[in-house]
């Protein structure tokens, strides 16, 4: 009866497709919370708020590929930019680049919050990205930094070193993740906000 209900409340100003993939979806927190012994159905649904957090990782990707797989790459390629100077704008460029993704990752944390409440489950993919971006900015750049140093110094030889390809790879993770998150929206197979009482 709950599911029926449910069922037709979100099926109405939406396309069959998406509203069959909600209705799948509230249909299991009914029965996850019938099998927990739970009496609370689920609430408002908060739709916008699922399509907002996919917007958001899509732009995201879209300054990681910008970033790193365009602008990046692109300064070795002006004939007047001596490596050091190529290199010392990079490190610049990354830095602020984390502020940004500082910024990003919390509003990420933010939107969550506002859906979901404090239901620890639905932040798996936050929490990746969390762990992703202090991995990167905390252990691998500052690595990189002082090979970067050392190339402007004079003491080092090649360009690049074996951790500049480890945060290479760290990139191609969060872009991908972040594409796909933006895609697939896994946040709207939750897109009823939990019972806070």
Do not use: C
């Not at 090979?147 to 003491?155: E, F, M, S, W």
């Amino acid at each position: 009866m709950l599911s029926k209900l449910f069922g037709k409340y979100l099926i109405s100003g939406s396309n069959a497709r998406a509203s069959a993939y909600n209705v799948y979806y509230v249909n299991y927190e009914i029965y996850l919370a019938r099998a927990l012994g739970v009496g609370t159905a689920p609430q408002r649904p908060y739709p916008l708020l699922s399509l907002s957090m996919a917007k958001l990782f899509l732009i995201w990707a879209g300054l990681v590929f910008g970033v790193s797989f365009l602008a990046t790459p692109a300064k070795f390629l002006a004939p007047d930019l001596d490596l050091s100077t190529a290199l010392q704008v990079g490190r610049v460029t990354f830095r602020v680049f984390s502020y940004v993704e500082a910024f990003l990752i919390v509003l990420t944390v933010g939107l969550a919050w506002k859906q979901f409440g404090s239901t620890l489950r639905h932040y798996l993919w936050p929490f990746v990205l969390t762990i992703l971006l202090l991995v990167q900015y905390f252990v691998v750049l500052p690595i990189v930094a002082q090979h970067t140093d050392a190339v402007t110094a004079g003491d080092a030889v090649s360009s690049s070193s074996a951790m500049h390809q480890v945060y290479v790879v760290f990139e191609v993770i969060k872009a991908g993740l972040l594409l796909w998150l933006g895609i697939q929206n896994p946040f709207a197979a939750y897109n009823v906000k939990p019972n806070r009482a």
